[in-house]
């Protein structure tokens, strides 16, 4: 399995904007789906964005469908999570995650890799 740490996360105003980043450890990162999801207080974990090993394909959850931008680096063994015209519902604590199957609806068990997370708050 590959090792993931999350970095990035922060206390920022509403409409501003977040960089997420993902740094994995191994050589096996460019053979890698990986993902985002995220966790508010008292709610379920969720999807929030995935992309395949090449980034020729990615998908959003619809809530943040035109905000968010994932990308990666496979030179430097990072995903990132661009964040934009974030909103107080966005608060959460926000996951990386590694899995090796890509698909249009990604889950939770399609990945078997995840970081310990990192807190975006979103104040009003």
């Known amino acids: 399995q590959v090792q993931l740490v999350e970095s990035g996360g922060g206390l920022v105003q509403a409409g501003g904007s977040l960089r997420l980043s993902c740094a994995a450890s191994?050589?096996?990162?460019?053979?890698?789906?990986m993902g985002w999801f995220r966790q508010a207080p008292g709610k379920e974990r969720e999807f929030v964005a995935a992309i395949g090993w090449s980034a020729s394909s990615a998908y959003y959850a619809s809530s943040v469908k035109g905000r968010f931008t994932i990308s990666r680096d496979n030179a430097k063994n990072t995903v990132y999570l661009q964040m934009n015209s974030l909103q107080p519902e966005d608060t959460a604590i926000f996951y990386c995650?590694?899995?090796?199957?890509?698909?249009?609806?990604?889950?939770?068990?399609?990945?078997?890799?995840w970081g310990q997370g990192t807190q975006v708050t979103v104040s009003s």
């Open positions: 191994g050589n096996t990162f460019s053979t890698y789906v």
């Open positions: 995650a590694a899995g090796r199957v890509l698909t249009t609806t990604p889950r939770g068990e399609h990945f078997g890799s």
